[in-house]
């Protein structure tokens, strides 16, 4: 097999970008790299290669990619160019000498990128204010708000790899920006000059401590009840979680949660998970392990930047385990629309998550929506939005003053949930029981195939619409197409739905999967709960091979 070999046209483009960087460091890096190519080893040509094929595209929500030297990574030269793109794009809306508010988390990077954002918008004409510190998400969303900002950047990965970091956008309603935003910023990051030539200025203020204090005392004010007794275990995941959830705790009257010593501090390298998702097998072993050792009520995991939320409870053989998003975000909801005194209340999930809410707003009199997948649709639902959330552990509790996952916000209105409920000497389990009598046996999964070359998700799509499948689980299937607004394929039988899109995050197909089994009393939910487990793991195996998983 041929040896990849250095092109001109790869190392002028390489010296191009060294002499336009703007931070040492990252030259240095770059030639490095450049000369080991032009050494001849072998690794270092598609290494570079890799590197220089960027920009780093600016999705829906912002930017995210590996902390390297070069267009296609994150570094100081990339956050320069795009934040110049940024300020010409709120310029062109009218922004033009507005707040905006920059954030940050405590991945590597996250600082200096945090710095060259403010920098740039400073000598930009518009009125910075960053963060004190390493901040969660949520505290970015609702400073946007509160403090009436134009918009406000948020630097994090969320809880990608330890490599990675990110940019994340919000507009001046406080929420993740939407089409067609992101491409008129890629123009106009595209049009930007090179980042030594990129106006920035130093002496960006810095808010105290109040704007975290005006968002935890809006975070106390989400319990709905008066119980209070209960022993919470938590995790933040290295991440930026740990004294907020704290503070939001004991400000709203619980006693302070005993967290998992090992991952309560921030730290970039993620030392003890392999993956720092809640979401990922094992990464929650730590904290459930600590819920057995002190008898706890509710175990509570955040991300990283703490704007995802997942909740362990007790299972009914005494063993600790995570509940899963559909989980959690039926049970905020029941007790979001049991005790709002909002007129007309909304809540909202998105076309992947169960369809449980829907019949839970029914029963209340509620509105109902489904979006794309995405807080940015989420967050947009409609007038009167009192919750949301997402079946990958994103719930949004307080959409008034946080349009976004809000992972601390979650956990207090859950722990108000589980007080109430332990006051009355019942669990969240016995909470999803309740639901599943009055509404039916939902359970939801997942099958994803990961791909080695992306052009495979198309064609598996494109084979997908030109034959899709006349029955799934032995009932007569209904497909909707819902291109153009989305790649996505939904195909509907009697008490089952599967959704197929391709994944925005990870080279992979995902389908997800639900199966509803009516209860006819609760002495038939033990039944129907086996009943839709089975017809669940064989609507699995027969998704799998139809996506040749």
């Known amino acids: 097999m041929r040896e990849p070999r ?14 336009d960087d703007v931070d040492p460091e990252s030259r240095a890096e770059l030639q490095s790299v450049l000369a080991a190519a032009m050494g001849g080893d072998p690794a270092a040509v598609p290494d570079l290669g890799d590197r220089m ?28 160019r795009t934040t110049a793109g940024v300020a010409e794009w709120l310029r062109r809306h009218g922004h033009a000498g507005g707040t905006v508010v920059v954030g940050r988390d405590a991945r590597h990077g996250s600082a200096a990128f945090a710095a060259a954002a403010a920098e740039v918008l400073t000598a930009a004409g518009f009125a910075v204010r960053t963060l004190p510190g390493p901040q969660p998400t949520p505290v970015l969303a609702f400073a946007v708000r509160h403090l009436g900002a134009v918009a406000g950047i948020q630097i994090t990965a969320s809880h990608n790899p330890p490599a990675d970091n990110g940019y994340k956008l919000y507009d001046s309603t406080g929420a993740q920006i939407v089409p067609p935003a992101d491409t008129e910023i890629e123009a106009a990051i595209e049009a930007a000059p090179a980042a030594v030539s990129v106006p920035r200025a130093p002496g960006v203020a810095e808010l105290g401590d109040e704007l975290v204090a005006a968002y935890l005392a809006t975070v106390a004010t989400l319990p709905r009840g008066t119980a209070r007794a209960l022993r919470v275990v938590a995790t933040a995941l290295h991440g930026v979680g740990a004294e907020p959830l704290t503070r939001a705790l004991t400000t709203a009257g619980f006693d302070p949660p005993r967290l998992v010593a090992e991952q309560a501090d921030p730290d970039p390298d993620f030392p003890t998970v392999a993956f720092p998702n809640p979401e990922e097998p094992g990464a929650t072993d730590l904290l459930l392990a600590l819920a057995e050792a002190e008898d706890a009520d509710l175990a509570v995991a955040l991300d990283p930047d703490a704007d995802r939320c997942a909740l362990g409870v007790r299972d009914r053989d005494g063993r600790w385990r995570m509940l899963g998003g559909d989980e959690t975000g039926v049970l905020l909801g029941e007790h979001v629309l049991s005790t709002t005194g909002a007129p007309d209340p909304l809540v909202a999930t998105t076309i992947v998550s169960s369809s449980l809410l829907a019949d839970i707003a029914a029963a209340h009199g509620a509105r109902y929506a489904e979006t794309l997948t995405g807080f940015k649709w989420l967050a947009r639902a409609g007038e009167g939005l009192v919750f949301a959330y997402e079946e990958a552990i994103g719930l949004c509790v307080n959409p008034e003053f946080v349009r976004d996952k809000d992972g601390i916000g979650a956990a207090v209105l859950a722990a108000d949930l589980a007080a109430t409920l332990r006051e009355r000497g ?16 939902h359970r939801t999964g997942q099958v994803a195939l990961r791909v080695d070359r992306l052009d495979r998700i198309g064609e598996l799509m494109t084979a997908l619409r030109s034959r899709p499948p006349a029955t799934l689980g032995g009932a007569g299937t209904e497909v909707d197409d819902l291109l153009p607004d989305a790649d996505v394929l939904r195909m509907r039988g009697e008490g089952l739905r599967v959704v197929v899109r391709p ?24 039944a129907a709960t086996a009943a839709a487990e089975r017809r669940l793991a064989d609507l699995t195996a027969e998704v799998r091979a139809l996506l040749g998983a």
Request: glycine letters at 10%.
């Open 426 to 441: 019942r669990t969240l389990l016995d909470a999803l029981d309740d639901l599943a009598v009055r509404h039916g046996v």
């Open 6 to 19: 250095l092109t001109p046209a790869l190392r002028d483009a390489t010296f191009r970008w060294i002499a």
């Open 53 to 80: 094929a960027g920009p780093l595209r600016f999705g829906t929500a912002g930017l995210r990619g590996p902390v390297r030297a070069g267009p296609n990574g994150m570094n100081v030269a990339v956050v320069v």
């Open 503 to 526: 994944s925005g995050t990870e080279p992979k197909l995902k389908a997800y999967l639900e199966v509803t089994e009516p209860v006819a009393d609760p002495a038939g939910l033990a």
